[in-house]
C-alpha cells in the first residue's frame, strides 16, 4: 500500500521460489537494490511486470510448490502498486528482441527521438491552415476515382523510355486495331458473343473446345455434324485471343470511366484510335502519348495535394510560392479541359486562394516545427553519440529524412554508408548498451509510471558502467526524476552513486540490499555511512566477535586485500593451513620461517589481535569439536563460509561450495569500499546450507 505520498510498499507473494517478498520504492528516484545472484531480482520485475499487465499473466509465475493448488493463499499476487498504470522493463528479454531495423536503428525512431512536446501543436496548427484543400478531397470522393482512372490508363503505356511499350495494355489492346468493335468477315454470326462484356472468357472457351474438333467430324459442344464448319470454328482463334481481348475491355474501360474528363475534341479522337480497325499510326501514338504528359501532369499536381501536409513544406523557402504552383492551369491541359474536370480543378483552386489568404501563420509554423526539429535532432544525436564516444564505441548515430519521416541511422567510424545489419555487426555488450540507450529514449517518449532495470549494467566494464550510469540518471534528457527500480548484482554502481559520486545525482538515488533466505526477502537499507574500505570493516569485525577464530579470518583478509604479503601475512597463512611449523615463500621456494621472523610477524599480527599466540591458536584450529562449534555459533554467512574454508583447508569437496568460494573470495572481488558482510548477507542461504550439510555430517 501507498502510505505516504511519494513512498510505495510493494509486497510480493508465492512467486516462483519467492514466498514472500517487501520493497520499498521511492517516487521520482532511482531506487537500486542490490543482492547476489539467485537472490530473486529478475522474479520480482517480473512480477511486477505481469501485475501492471493485468489479465491473470502474473498467474504464469505460480511456484512449483504450488502447482494444482485451489488455495487461493498460494495464488502470485503484487500489491501496493494501486498508483502504477503504465510500466517500461529493461531486461535480457527487452535485449534478445531488439533488432535493429534495416533501415533505420529502431523501428518507431521518429516517436521516441524527433517527436517533442510541442511537434503536434506545430503540425495541428499547419493541419488547421490547409483544413479546406483536404476537405475538398474527403467531400468529392469521384476525385480519387479520376485520379485513380489516370494512373491505370497512364499504366497502360508500360514502362518504356518512349513512353509507349509494346508491352503495355495499350499495345496490347489496340496496338494492331480493334477488331471488337471491326469483326472480320465471315465471324459476324459470332457478333453477339464477341461485343459481349464477357468477350475474352468466351474467346478462351471455343479456342479451347476447338483443340477437340480432330476427334471428331462432330461439334465438341453439341455433336452435331461439323464438317463445314471447321474452317470457321478455327478462324476464331486466329483472329482472337483471350489476353488481347482482356487488354481491349481494360482500355475501352478506362477511356468510358474518363470519358467525361475530356474534352469534346479529345473525347472523339480517343474514340476514334480506340475504335479503329487498324494498327495504331505513328501520329496516333503521338497524340497518346500527349494525353499522357497531361495525365501524368493532372495526376501529379492532385497527388500532391492531397498529401499535402508539413513534410510536403519542411524544405520550402516560400511557402506562398508552393502554394501558388501547386495550382492547375487546365488551359495548358487541353485535352483535360472539360466541364467536368473544370469544376473540380475550380473547387481546388478556390481552396488554395484561401490558404494563401493567410499564408504568413503557415509560413510561421512551417518555420518553428523546422527549429523544433532541427533542434530536437542536434540535441539526441549530441547526447547519444557523446555517450557511445566516452564509453569507447566507434558507432554513432545520425537522423536523416527519409520517405515522409525521420530515422534514426547506425555508423560506424571506418564505414562511410549506414551500419544495416546491428545485430550482425554488434557485439553483445555493444548491443546491450545500444538497448539501454534506446530503452531510455523510449521511456522519455512514452512517460511510463515505472520504470523497472533489471540488472542493466552488470556486463560492461568500469569505464562503460559510469558512462551508462551518467547517460540513464544525469542531465535533463535522462532518466532523473523518474521512478526507477533498479536491481543490480554489482556493488560498484551503489558504491560509485552513494559514496563516490553522490554529488552528481540529484535527486540522490536510494539503495537497499535484498536479504533472502526460506523463500523471503526483506530490505536492508544502504546509506553512504554502510559503504567503508574493507580494513576498516575488518578493524570493526575483529572488535565485536569473540572469536580469536572468526579473527584470524578477518586479519587474513585484511592484509590480502591491502596487497601485504609480508610475515605476518605468511605467518597467518600457515596458522590457518594448520601447519605445526611455518614457512615462508621465497622465489618459488618454501622455506622454514626464523625464530626471529616468527617474532616479528607475531608483534605485527599482535596490533590487531593482541591475544595472538600461534601455538593456542593452532590447538583450536586442529580441534574440530571447538572449530564446529565456532562455525555453529557464527552469526554471519561470511564467517560461516570463511570458517568452513578453514575447516576443509582451503578445499571443500562439495562443488556448488567451491564453484561459489572460487567465483566470490577472489581478491580482486574485494572492493577497495564495500559494505560490511556481517550487515549484509551476502553469502547466500542455500551456500551455507551446504556447508551446514557437510559440518553436521562430519559432527556425526
Not at 454470326?189 to 468466351?202: I, R, T, V
Request: proline fraction near 3%; charged fraction near 25%; include cysteine.
Amino acid at each position: 500500500m501507498k502510505e505516504n505520498d511519494g513512498l510505495m510498499n510493494i509486497t510480493i507473494r508465492n512467486c516462483n521460489a519467492i514466498d514472500t517478498a517487501r520493497i520499498q520504492i521511492d517516487e521520482h528516484k532511482l531506487n537500486i537494490k542490490y543482492a547476489m545472484n539467485g537472490a530473486g531480482k529478475s522474479t520480482i520485475a517480473r512480477a511486477i511486470d505481469l501485475h501492471i499487465q493485468g489479465n491473470g499473466k502474473i498467474t504464469a509465475l505460480i511456484p512449483f510448490k504450488h502447482l494444482g493448488s485451489d488455495d487461493p493463499s498460494h495464488t502470485p499476487s503484487v500489491s501496493g502498486l494501486d498508483d502504477i498504470s503504465s510500466i517500461a522493463v529493461f531486461n535480457d528479454a527487452y535485449i534478445n528482441q531488439f533488432a535493429f531495423q534495416q533501415d533505420e536503428v529502431l523501428a518507431n525512431s521518429f516517436d521516441v527521438f524527433v517527436k517533442s512536446p510541442g511537434y503536434d501543436t506545430h503540425i495541428q496548427e499547419i493541419e488547421t491552415q490547409i483544413a479546406g484543400i483536404k476537405a475538398t478531397f474527403r467531400d468529392f470522393p469521384e476525385i480519387d476515382r479520376m485520379i485513380g482512372d489516370l494512373a491505370a490508363l497512364e499504366e497502360s503505356f508500360g514502362k518504356a523510355k518512349s513512353g509507349y511499350s509494346e508491352a503495355g495494355s495499350l499495345a496490347k489492346g489496340i496496338g494492331k486495331g480493334n477488331k471488337v468493335a471491326n469483326i472480320p468477315k465471315g465471324l459476324e454470326s459470332y457478333g453477339a458473343y464477341l461485343k459481349s462484356p464477357l468477350n475474352s472468357k468466351w474467346i478462351k472457351w471455343q479456342t479451347d473446345g476447338n483443340t477437340y474438333t480432330s476427334l471428331s467430324d462432330n461439334c465438341p459442344f453439341c455433336t452435331n455434324p461439323t464438317n463445314d464448319k471447321k474452317d470457321l470454328i478455327a478462324q476464331v482463334g486466329k483472329e482472337f485471343d483471350a489476353k488481347s481481348i482482356e487488354h481491349l475491355n481494360k482500355i475501352i474501360s478506362l477511356v468510358e470511366n474518363l470519358g467525361e474528363y475530356f474534352s469534346a475534341e479529345a473525347k472523339g479522337k480517343i474514340g476514334d484510335i480506340t475504335r479503329s480497325i487498324s494498327p495504331l499510326s505513328k501520329e496516333a501514338i503521338a497524340y497518346l502519348l500527349r494525353i499522357k504528359q497531361q495525365i501524368e501532369l493532372l495526376k501529379g499536381k492532385l497527388l500532391n495535394l492531397k498529401g499535402l501536409s508539413y513534410f510536403s513544406m519542411k524544405d520550402v523557402e516560400k511557402v506562398a510560392e508552393y502554394f501558388v504552383n501547386l495550382k492547375i492551369d487546365l488551359t495548358y491541359l487541353p485535352e483535360l479541359n472539360s466541364t467536368s474536370t473544370s469544376a473540380i480543378i475550380d473547387r481546388i483552386n478556390g481552396t488554395l486562394e484561401n490558404v494563401l489568404t493567410k499564408v504568413g501563420l503557415l509560413q510561421g509554423e512551417v518555420a518553428k516545427q523546422n527549429r523544433l526539429i532541427k533542434t530536437t535532432i542536434e540535441e539526441n544525436q549530441a547526447d547519444i553519440n557523446t555517450f557511445l564516444r566516452f564509453a569507447g564505441y566507434k558507432y554513432y548515430v545520425e537522423v536523416e529524412y527519409s520517405n515522409a519521416s525521420y530515422k534514426m541511422r547506425l555508423r560506424h567510424s571506418d564505414y562511410t554508408k549506414p551500419v544495416e545489419s546491428g545485430d550482425q555487426h554488434l557485439s553483445y555488450g555493444e548491443k546491450n548498451a545500444f538497448s539501454l540507450v534506446l530503452f531510455m529514449y523510449e521511456c522519455l517518449s512514452k512517460n511510463p509510471d515505472l520504470i523497472v532495470l533489471d540488472d542493466p549494467i552488470s556486463s560492461f566494464d568500469r569505464n562503460k558502467k559510469y558512462a551508462v550510469l551518467d547517460m540513464l540518471f544525469r542531465g535533463q534528457k535522462s532518466l532523473q526524476d523518474k521512478t526507477v527500480l533498479m536491481m543490480t548484482h554489482d556493488l560498484e554502481p551503489v558504491i560509485d552513486i552513494l559514496y563516490n559520486l553522490r554529488h552528481k545525482f540529484s535527486p540522490l538515488p536510494v539503495a537497499s540490499f535484498f536479504q533472502s533466505g526460506g523463500g523471503s526477502i526483506v530490505e536492508v537499507p544502504i546509506t553512504r555511512e554502510d559503504i567503508s574500505t574493507f580494513g576498516r570493516i575488518c578493524d570493526e569485525n575483529i572488535s565485536k566477535t569473540n572469536s580469536d577464530v572468526v579473527k584470524l579470518v578477518y586479519l587474513r583478509r585484511y592484509y590480502e586485500v591491502l596487497n601485504n604479503k609480508g610475515l605476518a601475512y605468511q605467518l597467518l597463512s600457515n596458522l590457518l593451513k594448520k601447519r605445526a611449523i611455518p614457512f615462508k615463500k621465497e622465489a618459488g621456494a618454501e622455506i622454514v620461517m626464523s625464530d626471529t621472523e616468527i617474532i616479528v610477524a607475531t608483534k605485527d599480527i599482535q596490533k590487531k589481535l593482541p591475544s595472538f599466540d600461534y601455538s593456542t591458536l593452532l590447538a583450536q584450529l586442529t580441534d574440530l569439536d571447538h572449530m564446529r562449534r565456532t562455525y555453529i555459533a557464527a552469526v554471519f554467512n561470511y564467517e560461516k563460509l570463511q570458517l568452513f574454508r578453514v575447516m576443509q583447508g582451503g578445499g571443500p569437496g562439495n562443488d556448488v561450495i567451491q564453484k561459489f568460494i572460487n567465483e566470490t573470495f577472489h581478491i580482486e572481488n574485494e572492493y577497495v569500499m564495500q559494505i560490511n558482510p556481517c550487515k549484509y548477507e551476502v553469502v547466500p542461504t542455500y551456500i551455507v546450507e551446504e556447508c551446514n550439510k557437510v559440518v553436521l555430517a562430519e559432527h556425526t
